[in-house]
């Protein structure tokens, strides 16, 4: 099993609302994830939110506690026959200016500000909605 390290960043609002984007490759190509992807070697977690943040939101921000580990299981990847898993470590992230807009990139094809229910409403990756809801994310005084 070949593990790859990755980070996601949930990125909240003073309201409640969250960054999504929309990925345009694989896994879940077309669908809403939090923003986040892989860490590149020799760089630290924080310092890959900051690079995933900004590459796909146009975002700077301020990374915070770490909300919750998951692990995908993504098949094997091209170079190699073995089976590959990313290893995700999720934090909170706060934009340090909360007025700055969403400009999509890299590979993502859109980014937009969701409440609970517009993400409910959304196609997302695959138990995205369910593992916010279980790490707490909407509760009001998370951070």
């Known amino acids: 099993m070949q593990y790859i390290p990755c980070v996601g960043a949930v990125i909240r609002s003073g309201d409640g609302r969250i960054v999504v984007v929309r990925r345009s490759t694989a896994p879940a190509a077309g669908m809403w994830s939090v923003p986040g992807g892989r860490v590149e070697p020799d760089e630290s977690l924080a310092d890959a939110i900051r690079?995933?943040?900004?590459?796909?939101?146009?975002?700077?921000?301020?990374?915070?506690?770490?909300?919750?580990?998951?692990e995908l299981d993504v098949g094997a990847s091209s170079d190699n026959l073995s089976a590959v898993r990313y290893a995700v470590t999720d934090f909170y992230a706060t934009p340090l200016d909360p007025a700055a807009p969403l400009v999509a990139g890299d590979d993502a094809l859109d980014a937009r500000w969701v409440t609970k229910a517009e993400l409910a409403d959304l196609p997302t990756s695959p138990g995205l909605t369910e593992t916010l809801a279980e790490w707490g994310i909407w509760a009001s005084g998370r951070r």
């Open 51 to 70: 690079r995933e943040v900004r590459e796909e939101t146009g975002l700077e921000v301020e990374v915070g506690e770490v909300v919750g580990r998951i």
